[in-house]
C-alpha cells in the first residue's frame, strides 16, 4: 500500500535502460517517501528480469508470465496494470514516455481517474499549501516538465488522486546501480487473474523493428550543430571534426527543421536526452527545448558567433567566431597535436 510502482519495458528479456534509469530515480524518491519501491514485468521471456533490476533496489518485483504479453499490446498490460493498483494502491507511478508508455499510461490513469503528465524532465517530492481551502499536502510528487513551447518550466502536482502518474523520457534520469547484491522479493501472479480473454484478442502475428544506425545517445563526444550553422554544406563541417574526435553528430530542432541533418541526430526536449563527457555546440543559440537535452554534459563548448547567446551562460568554454572559420581550424591544431 501507498509504494511506487515503476513499470518495466522488456524486449526478448531485457529491460530497456528507460526503466533502469526510472528504477534509479524511483528508489531515490522511495527514500524519501519512506516506502517500498516495486517494479511491473509482463512478457513471456522473464526469467533473467529479476537479477537485472534488483540490484537497482526493488523490493518487491510482480511476474506477469503469458507468452501472449509478448510482444506488448494495449489491452492485457492495460488490464494488468489497472487490476493491480486496485489491489496495492501505491501513490506513484513511472513509466517511460516511448512508444509503449504513451500508450499505455494515459489508458491506466483514465481508469482509476488519475492524472498523468508526459515527457517529464525532473521529479522531486515535495509538500504544497492550498491556501484557499486551507489543506497542507504533504509528500507530494513534483512532475516538472517545459511547457507552453519550453518558454516556462511547469511544476504540476497531483493532490487528490492516485496514483501519482508520469512518463519520463529515456536519458533524462541517470542509470546508477545501488547495490549489485541487492536483493527483493518476487511475486509470480496469475495472469488470468487479471486479464479476461478477450483482452488477448489482438495478437501480433509479425513485426519487424529497424535499429537506428545513428548511436547519439552512447557517445562520449557530441558534436552538434544549430540553424546558425547556416547550411546543409557547413554542416560537413561538424561531420568532418567528428571523424577526427571519434564522435557523434548531432543537431538542434530549428537545424532538423531547416534540413541541415535528419530527425534521429536531434537533442532536445522533442528529440534524444544526452549526457556525454564532451558536447561541442556549434551555431546553437540555446533555447530551453536544446537545453534541456545536453545540459548534463560533463564539458560544454560552445562556438557561436554571438557572445550573448544564451548557451554561452551553461558553457564551460565558449569561442566566439564564425563555425566555418573556428572547425577547420579546431581540426588541423587536433591532428597536430595528435601525430
Known amino acids: 500500500m501507498n509504494n511506487l510502482f515503476v513499470y518495466l519495458e522488456i524486449e526478448e528479456g531485457t529491460v530497456a535502460e528507460v ?9 531515490s524518491l522511495a527514500n524519501q517517501l519512506n516506502c517500498k519501491m516495486e517494479a511491473i ?69 483514465s481508469a482509476l481517474g488519475s492524472g498523468l503528465t508526459a515527457d517529464c524532465t525532473s521529479l522531486e517530492i515535495g509538500d504544497h499549501e492550498e491556501k484557499k481551502a486551507g489543506k497542507l499536502y504533504k509528500d ?54 487479471f486479464v479476461r480473454d478477450e483482452n488477448f484478442v489482438i495478437s501480433i502475428i509479425d513485426r519487424h523493428i529497424e535499429k537506428s544506425k545513428v548511436n547519439i545517445k552512447n557517445s562520449p563526444i557530441i558534436v552538434s550543430g ?57 551555431g546553437i543559440s540555446g533555447q530551453i527545448q536544446h537545453i534541456a537535452g545536453m545540459q548534463d554534459s560533463s564539458i560544454i563548448i560552445s562556438i557561436n558567433n554571438d557572445p550573448n547567446a544564451p548557451i554561452n551562460t551553461i558553457a564551460d568554454y565558449v569561442i566566439t567566431g564564425d563555425v566555418e572559420k573556428v572547425i577547420p581550424k579546431m581540426i588541423k591544431y587536433y591532428k597536430k597535436n595528435t601525430k
Open 19 to 27: 526503466s533502469l534509469e526510472l528504477l534509479t530515480k524511483g528508489r
Open 41 to 109: 514485468a509482463a512478457g513471456a521471456n522473464l526469467d533473467g528480469v529479476a537479477q537485472q533490476v534488483f540490484p537497482y533496489g526493488v523490493d518487491v518485483l510482480h511476474i506477469f508470465r503469458d507468452e501472449r504479453l509478448s510482444p506488448y499490446t494495449t489491452m492485457p498490460h492495460t488490464s494488468i496494470l489497472v487490476e493491480l493498483f486496485k489491489k496495492e494502491q501505491p501513490q506513484i507511478c513511472l513509466m517511460g514516455a516511448t512508444i509503449i508508455g504513451r500508450d499505455l499510461g494515459p489508458r491506466v490513469s
Open 140 to 193: 507530494l510528487l513534483y512532475q516538472i516538465r517545459p511547457a507552453f513551447g519550453g518558454n516556462i518550466v511547469a511544476w504540476i502536482i497531483n493532490p487528490d488522486h492516485r496514483p501519482q502518474m508520469a512518463t519520463v523520457r529515456e536519458g533524462v534520469m541517470k542509470k546508477e546501480i545501488l547495490d549489485p547484491y541487492y536483493k527483493g522479493e518476487t511475486v509470480e501472479h496469475t495472469v488470468s487473474d
Open 226 to 282: 544549430g540553424y546558425g550553422v547556416g547550411s546543409r554544406e557547413n554542416f560537413q563541417l561538424l561531420y568532418q571534426l567528428a571523424d577526427v574526435l571519434g564522435a557523434e553528430v548531432g543537431a538542434s530542432r530549428a537545424a532538423v527543421d531547416a534540413g541541415f541533418t535528419e530527425h534521429e541526430r536531434q537533442v532536445g526536449q522533442t528529440g534524444v536526452t544526452v549526457r556525454p563527457k564532451v558536447y561541442i555546440a556549434c
